[in-house]
């Protein structure tokens, strides 16, 4: 390659078919080596795998193979440790490597043999999204961990549960606490599906059309562990689908707007919960603010930028679909605009579940509030309809009978359940005296026992169940 200050340089990769190499401003504009360096590991693991196949299929000797395999080693360790100087001018991730190789070991020459950048960056890519996919879901059995620990300890405390943001009908927090076990639950199980879905390798597709020289795809495949359950290589079918498909960067990325989704939804609970109208729970003061004016503030601004990150994340998702719609195949360097994106999405996942995790850790329940906002009766009208049903009232008339009560009972100021036996006869007969038992919280949970109701000793078995689940998902390591 060859340098100048004039920005032009002629690409050793690419140089036989051009004089003079692209302006400062066109490499300005088009290197992605500021963002793909990261691929680095995955992008060596490929070319070392390549070379092996290279080697194994009799174009590349055995010394070579090791030579290369040394060389890429050495760089690697370089890159970890900060000390590779990657050059803007040589565009990405791969011509950085593929050159810095080339001046260490001249067998390097050979290494592109059957190979295209096409079917290497998604195989990069591939490896990487496999790799993240398991972060992720690391991270989100760390969440999950973290809620059943919180709701373990809440299973006494009950508060409101909320439809249109109208007090609905008594719930524990545990309970609460659980349906969000339940969404990022459903993340873990997406992201585990995703990872199978990424696990064909696209290598040996070439730029488009595959190679005329003597390849073994399956044994690059088995080497990078693109391999089933049984250890057989999986290789995708298709060479211009496999260097055009960007499926799974946009399914990573609807992933990660989803669970975004499902973080910003529970930080909105919290800062409501967190409200002095609230006041059901006090956060950490490690992940709140203050504020440079009022000095009784407390801002749950970690709990604020979750719910904002999440524009992020459907931001990224909706970046990829327009990049993607109108591509003719195969490969475009449009495709290149593919990778931010995913990057961004899956960094600011990561950290978004942890922080998430740790705010949900030092979050404490105030039970004196819960119990005030629990108290209101009329959080058990339905049960108070349900009361006459078991008498034989048809609900939609028990429903009419209670609506009635509650009007007397705004009219009069006074408590439904605190209404006489009297008045509420008056309105219907079928009511006995027992019609105030209908107002004992503990008597109406434990009235909720079938599955996925928020009754006692479902709540203890949905705990036990997900502790298993996560433990079980752990141990298979996926
Ligand atoms: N940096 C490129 C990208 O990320 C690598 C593939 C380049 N291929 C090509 N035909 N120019 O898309």
């Not at 340098?3 to 504009?29: C, D, H, I, W």
């Not at 390549?50 to 055995?62: D, E, F």
């Not at 290497?120 to 059943?148: E, P």
């Not at 709701?151 to 545990?174: D, F, K, M, N």
């Amino acid at each position: 390659m060859s340098s100048s200050n004039t920005g032009k340089v002629v690409q050793a990769t690419y140089g036989g078919r051009f004089a003079e190499g692209p302006s400062a401003l066109m490499l300005r504009f088009s290197e992605s080596v500021s963002f793909d360096a990261r691929l680095a590991p995955f992008d060596i693991a490929g070319s070392k795998a390549h070379a092996a196949m290279l080697a194994r299929c009799g174009m590349l000797s055995t010394g070579e193979r090791d030579a290369i395999h040394a060389g890429l080693d050495q760089i690697l360790a370089e890159i970890n440790a900060g000390r590779f100087e990657w050059r803007t001018a040589l565009e990405d991730v791969h011509m950085n490597i593929e050159q810095a190789l080339t001046a260490r070991v001249p067998a390097a020459a050979k290494l592109h043999t059957a190979r295209s950048r096409n079917d290497q960056v998604a195989t990069d890519m591939r490896l990487f999204l496999k790799d993240a996919a398991g972060r992720v879901r690391a991270a989100l059995r760390a969440l999950v961990g973290v809620l059943l620990d919180l709701a373990e300890g809440a299973q006494a405390v009950l508060i409101p549960g909320y439809t249109h943001l109208q007090r609905a009908q008594p719930v524990s927090a545990a309970h609460h606490l659980l349906a969000y076990v339940e969404m990022f639950a459903r993340d873990l199980e997406r992201f585990g599906e995703f990872a199978k879905r990424a696990n064909v390798c696209p290598l040996g597709s070439g730029a488009i059309a595959g190679t005329t020289l003597p390849i073994d795809r399956e044994f690059a495949a088995s080497l990078l562990g693109f391999t089933d359950a049984a250890g057989r290589p999986r290789v995708t079918g298709n060479s211009m689908d496999a260097v055009a498909d960007r499926d799974l960067f946009v399914e990573f990325a609807s992933h990660c707007a989803l669970c975004g989704v499902h973080f910003s939804r529970v930080a909105e609970d919290l800062i409501l919960w967190s409200s002095a109208e609230f006041g059901f729970a006090v956060m950490t003061e490690a992940f709140t603010t203050g504020s440079s004016l009022m000095p009784q503030k407390k801002n749950p601004d970690s709990l604020e930028l979750l719910r904002g990150k999440s524009a992020r994340l459907q931001g990224n998702l909706h970046t990829l679909l327009t990049l993607t719609k109108g591509l003719p195949l195969t490969y475009n360097r449009d495709l290149q605009e593919d990778k931010p994106p995913v990057f961004d999405s899956f960094d600011t996942v990561l950290l978004s579940l942890e922080v998430l995790r740790e705010t949900l850790r030092g979050m404490r329940f105030n039970p004196a509030r819960c119990a005030g906002a629990v108290a209101d009766p009329l959080l058990l009208a339905t049960d108070l309809a349900d009361y006459l049903v078991r008498k034989g009232v048809p609900f939609r008339a028990a429903h009419h009978v209670i609506g009635t009560l509650v009007a007397l009972s705004e009219k009069q100021g006074v408590p439904l359940d605190k209404l006489s036996l009297e008045q509420v006869r008056a309105v219907d007969g079928h009511f006995d005296a027992d019609w105030v038992d209908v107002f004992d919280l503990g008597t109406a949970m434990r009235a909720r026992e079938r599955t996925g109701m928020p009754g006692p000793r479902q709540t203890a078995g949905q705990l036990a169940r997900w502790r298993k689940h996560l433990d079980a998902d752990a141990e298979a390591g996926a």
